[in-house]
């Protein structure tokens, strides 16, 4: 699959060499080329770089790194991104004291759907520091690391699901567009529980079905006003 890169940071740059070991077609554009260059000259072989609108052309899927920046203003236009799978990982910026302030509008997810209306956006791998990635692959296999994905295109959903574990994650599928917000949240607590709480760039978050009960020992569950 050729995947792409609008933005050459610290995420785009795991992500990116990651992917391309596994036998992706990579691609790392930036509004500096120089960067770019240096994000491919750290992989293996064949990784491509050059400028924004030259990633947005080459990505079947192309994943969105540049924070508080729609594609809108860093492409001269986001026509090549019609009908393409276009990732958004980012979190809000980390406010003084983790005093983040609810979530009541709509995601980034959201805003990325609105500014890039003719691709299919899918929010995923913002639940994770960028050196979760310097384990191999069968390592996080084995820590069942969570990748949550949502959004509004089933397709869209099971790409980001394949990539997922392609990178060695554990995928769970959260549906609808509009549970970003839930996992923009989600992003916000973890990145506290790494830097706030100080469990370092290493704190994941790991979803587990467990057994069920045996009977209901406990009265069991009652209806809500019961």
């Known amino acids: 699959m050729r995947i792409a890169f609008i933005g050459s940071g610290n995420m785009a740059r795991a992500l990116g060499i990651v992917w391309a070991e596994r036998g992706h077609e990579v691609f790392f554009g930036s509004r500096d080329p120089a960067k770019a260059r240096a994000c491919a000259a750290l992989g293996p072989g064949g990784i491509e770089s050059g400028s924004n609108d030259q990633a ?3 990505g079947e899927v192309v994943v969105h790194t540049v924070r508080g920046v729609m594609p809108s ?3 001269a236009s986001t026509a090549a991104l019609t009908g393409k799978v276009l990732v958004c990982i ?3 910026a980390i406010p003084k004291d983790f005093a983040f302030e609810p979530m009541m ?3 980034l997810a959201e805003a990325l759907a609105a500014d890039v209306p003719k691709a299919r956006v899918v929010k995923a791998f913002n639940t994770m520091a960028q050196e979760v990635f310097e384990h191999p692959r069968a390592t996080l296999q084995g820590y069942d690391v969570s990748s949550f994905v949502c959004g509004d295109d089933a397709g869209a959903r099971q790409v980001a699901v394949d990539l997922s574990r392609d990178a060695g994650l554990n995928p769970v599928d959260c549906g609808p567009l509009r549970a970003a917000r839930m996992l923009e949240s989600m992003g916000d607590f973890i990145r506290y529980m790494m830097f706030g709480m100080k469990h370092g760039y290493f704190a994941t978050i790991s979803v587990r079905d467990i057994a069920a009960a ?3 020992r406990l009265g069991g ?3 809500y006003g019961a």
């Open 221 to 223: 569950r009652k209806a």
């Open 56 to 58: 947005a052309a080459f």
């Open 90 to 92: 980012n979190n809000r």
């Open 105 to 107: 509008g709509p995601s």
């Open 214 to 216: 045996n009977g209901h």
């Open 73 to 75: 203003a860093v492409l």
